[in-house]
């Protein structure tokens, strides 16, 4: 379903064609899993500046994020005032959001999973990293690429039969030390929708990690998100309580 502190777009990864591995030796959920296990980490804190910008206007907002496992995210608003407090907690496929203004917390149903986050390209499942590309999809490996002299993984990603996600596929190319590079979204018909490139990747949290998340809606000029981390910190184990709704509500006091 559906300050500023962000540093412009440094390069563009460059992807050639190559003859590897082929791609049916590949056990591609495995791939996707150690992917999805490497940007989260067992657990991890982080802020990221996120700019939606659009031709006649641009918005920075600035988040804290602590993730746990595969499923436990809690991101806040902590940048501009008028927005601080703003939050957003995910346990496993539940998901509430908190508006300080009116001191009030609102669960998600299933159908808004997919919907924009804060008016923004990322959904409020792609913002909270969400696991269920693992679970919700059959996957296969359609191709490998090159990237900076690394293999990378074509991998197609369909839904299987009765799972609850709106995306008729995927397809993600994640280079072999795990690293995501970029992640495409169709519509049931096969018709691309938006697609998020991983760039800048260097040294963040002590691993290899893209410094920036870009996502575009397809066939639509100068509209976009960044995500751009500015900390990042992975830790073996974060406590239960900043995952609860009491978290949610009290973060920012």
């Known amino acids: 379903m559906r300050n500023k502190l962000i540093v ?27 992917a999805v296990n490497y940007y989260r980490g067992a657990a991890s804190i982080s802020k990221v500046d996120m700019t939606i910008h659009r031709p006649h206007w641009e918005r920075v907002v600035t988040i804290k994020v602590w993730t746990k496992g595969e499923k436990n995210s809690l991101f ?23 508006n300080p203004k009116v001191n009030r917390v609102i669960k998600l149903p299933p159908s808004m999973m997919s919907q924009s986050w804060m008016g923004s390209d990322f959904s409020n499942n792609d913002l909270a990293k ?44 994640i280079r072999e030390d795990n ?11 096969f018709k691309l929708v938006k697609s998020m490139t991983c760039q800048q990747i260097q040294i963040l949290g002590g691993r290899l990690f893209p410094k920036i998340w870009k996502m575009n809606k397809a066939g639509v000029q100068n509209e976009y998100t960044l995500l751009e981390y500015i900390e990042l910190q992975f830790e073996k184990d974060l406590p239960d309580r900043l995952f609860t709704l009491s978290a949610l509500r009290n973060s920012m006091r």
Not at 76 to 96: F, Q, V
């Open 8 to 34: 412009p777009l440094g390069f563009s990864f460059i992807i050639y064609a190559a003859t590897c591995t082929p791609a049916t030796a590949q056990d591609a959920r495995s791939l996707v899993e150690a």
């Open 76 to 98: 806040i608003i902590i940048a501009p005032a008028k927005d601080s407090g703003n939050g957003t907690l995910k346990k496993d496929r539940e998901m509430w959001m908190y």
């Open 130 to 173: 969400s696991d269920t590309i693992i679970e919700d999809y059959t996957h296969t490996v359609l191709d490998v690429e090159t990237h900076n002299g690394k293999k990378v993984y074509v991998i197609k990603s369909i839904p299987k039969p009765e799972a609850p996600v709106v995306w008729g596929m995927q397809q993600l190319k």
């Open 179 to 189: 690293i995501l590079l970029s992640q495409a979204f169709y519509d049931e018909d």
